[in-house]
């Protein structure tokens, strides 16, 4: 098993996070770029009762990385990732996958291009209870009319290590090999990027460091870019990057991130000394 937090060095820094607006973040865009959040909120509610889940979030997610995005309950972590992965609209502000801005697209489009371009591993898994193993991972092909090569199915489960249970139903497997099939699902269409919330949260440590081996390991072997929601610093240590978010703001940006650096980010955002400028 990998022991990637270990490896980092302590005594990583806290960036504040550059500047917001729509200019600032054209300006630092980059073909190198998988996923672009730009100048994004997200309210929920009506005026008596309005929530600021996301307050003008501008960020940047580079294709081959692994970034956590990472912060106390409730400050919109599982909303940034359902802007940017299209699964939710904003209320402001423009999201890019590849290029393409995903605000500007019909619900019909939008659809289309989750299933052609984006993996998703959740939490709760999704997995279809009365198809195979190997159906499953299939899924996303065929809900898109595409042909299932077998021989890909073999080699993505292979990649997870679940290429021996591909005849099993969801329900006969352990926690950690249902989330392997998930992340097998994730990976066979070859998506620009995945999304991943929570995936470890209710896999015990043991089983949730190998989970984020394989996450690691499809950034760093085949070449994929994973955002990754988390509120545990351990998991968001598995990252190249972490986004602290706050009250709905981008507060802090770490680089090289090391589990004791990010539970001290997480003791200063809980008792209000934020990083930055939010
Ligand atoms: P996190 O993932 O960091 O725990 P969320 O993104 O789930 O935070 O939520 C951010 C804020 O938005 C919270 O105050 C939450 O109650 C609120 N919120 C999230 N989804 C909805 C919704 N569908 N309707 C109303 N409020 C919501």
């Keep these: 098993m990998a022991t990637r937090p270990d490896k980092h060095q302590s005594g990583t820094q806290v960036h504040p996070p550059p500047p ?12 190198a770029d998988a996923v672009q959040v730009v100048s994004v909120s997200k309210s929920y509610g ?17 294709r081959g990385t692994l970034t956590a995005v990472m912060g106390l309950s409730g400050c919109g972590k599982s909303t940034l990732l ?25 619900r019909r489009k ?24 190997a159906e499953n991972i ?3 092909l065929r809900l898109d009319g ?34 392997r ?13 995945i999304f991943a919330d929570e995936p470890t949260a209710a896999l015990d440590p043991y089983i949730s460091d190998a989970v984020l081996d394989l996450l690691r390991r499809a950034v760093d072997e085949l070449h994929q870019t994973v955002v990754l929601v988390t509120h545990a610093p351990n998991v968001a240590a598995w990252a190249d990057r972490v986004l602290l978010l706050h009250h709905g703001r981008l ?28």
């Design 82 to 106: 359902q802007c940017a992965a299209g699964l939710d609209k904003p209320t402001a502000g423009s999201v890019h996958i590849g290029g393409t801005d995903l605000t500007r697209l019909s």
């Design 146 to 179: 595409r042909h299932v090569d077998h021989k890909r199915v073999r080699e993505v489960a292979g990649q997870v290590g679940i290429a021996d249970q591909l005849r099993r139903l969801p329900d006969t497997l352990s926690g950690g090999q249902r989330q």
């Design 181 to 193: 099939v998930a992340i097998a699902r994730a990976l066979i269409a070859d998506p620009w990027v």
């Design 20 to 31: 917001s607006g729509a200019g600032q973040a054209a300006s630092s865009s980059s073909a």
């Design 110 to 133: 939008l659809s289309v291009f989750r299933r052609e371009r984006v993996g998703f591993v959740f939490q709760a898994l999704n997995l279809v209870p009365t198809l195979s193993v």
């Design 46 to 62: 009506h005026r008596t009762h309005r929530v600021d889940a996301l307050q003008d979030v501008t960020a940047s997610f580079a």
């Design 251 to 278: 507060a802090g940006v770490r680089e090289s991130p090391d589990p004791a650096g990010l539970a001290g980010d997480l003791r200063r955002l809980g008792a209000g000394q934020v990083a930055g400028n939010a």
């Design 138 to 140: 299939a899924l996303p």
